[in-house]
């Protein structure tokens, strides 16, 4: 069974920042890309921030220069670090993982259980 488990969110004023973590856990073979989603009240959601086994990243407009995502894959952890925040990044955000299970053949989704980041005065 694999877990991913999301840590860091709060509250926190306009301009300040926050840094989420992102670990799984469980039978995992291999993770390939990991990614920080996030979804508004009545909005859908929406890719925040990706990063490849390898270290390529790619960022929504939104956030470029303002958020920056990395990893540790010897800890199966994806980072984000979230600077100038706005009012307008509230939102829960969500670790994504595409990873191999131990007994599985293929990559799979695997989704965290979102974590609340709220920016307001």
Do not use: H
């Not at 390529?56 to 994806?78: E, H, L, M, Q």
């Not at 131990?102 to 799979?108: D, F, K, N, Y």
């Amino acid at each position: 069974q694999v877990q991913l488990v999301e840590s860091g969110g709060g509250l926190v004023q306009p301009g300040g920042s926050l840094r989420l973590s992102c670990a799984a856990s469980g039978s995992i073979f291999i993770i390939y890309a990991m990614g920080w989603y996030r979804q508004a009240p009545g909005k859908q959601r929406e890719l925040v921030a990706g990063i490849t086994s390898g270290g390529s990243t790619n960022y929504a407009d939104s956030v470029k220069g303002r958020f920056t995502i990395s990893r540790d894959n010897a800890k199966n952890t994806v980072y984000l670090q979230m600077n100038s925040l706005k009012p307008e990044d509230t939102a829960v955000y969500y670790c994504n993982a595409d990873l191999r299970a131990t007994m599985s053949l293929r990559s799979s989704d695997y989704w965290g259980q979102g974590t609340q980041v709220t920016v307001s005065s």
